[in-house]
């Protein structure tokens, strides 16, 4: 209701996108959205036409927070085409290292695409 009496009144852009600019980001989400969190890495991967996909684990908080350990396990998940988990990876994040993943070390080249995310 308060969507739509937003949406009614004659008001400037400029002053809508500050009042946007203002607002809480669980209340920009639809309704059935604001209890969940989001998934910034999910990504695609191909194993098609000479294609293998390459994803550079950084852990870039050891820059943005240098008093800090950083130093993390992670984990990722390759799905297939259907979104059907085909393989699990676990690895050790160094504080301002790097993880390079390999699409190809643990997937079959016959499934060709699908999407990976990590944590």
């Known amino acids: 209701m308060l969507r739509r009496l937003y949406r009614s009144l004659p008001l400037s852009r400029e002053f809508r996108q500050r009042i946007a600019s203002r607002l809480p980001l669980r209340w920009k989400r639809q309704p059935q959205f604001r209890g969940f969190g989001t ?5 695609l991967w191909r194993l098609d036409r000479g294609i ?6 950084q852990n870039y908080f050891s820059f943005l927070f240098p008093e800090l350990e950083t130093a993390r396990e992670g984990t990722l998940w390759i799905h297939d085409r259907r979104g059907k988990e ?10 301002a290292g790097m993880h390079v993943f390999r699409v190809s070390d643990i997937a079959d080249r016959a499934l060709e695409f699908g999407t990976l995310m990590w944590h």
């Open 52 to 57: 293998d996909t390459v994803a550079p684990i």
């Open 39 to 43: 998934i910034n890495e999910l990504y």
């Open 86 to 95: 085909i393989a699990r990876h676990e690895f050790e994040l160094p504080r």
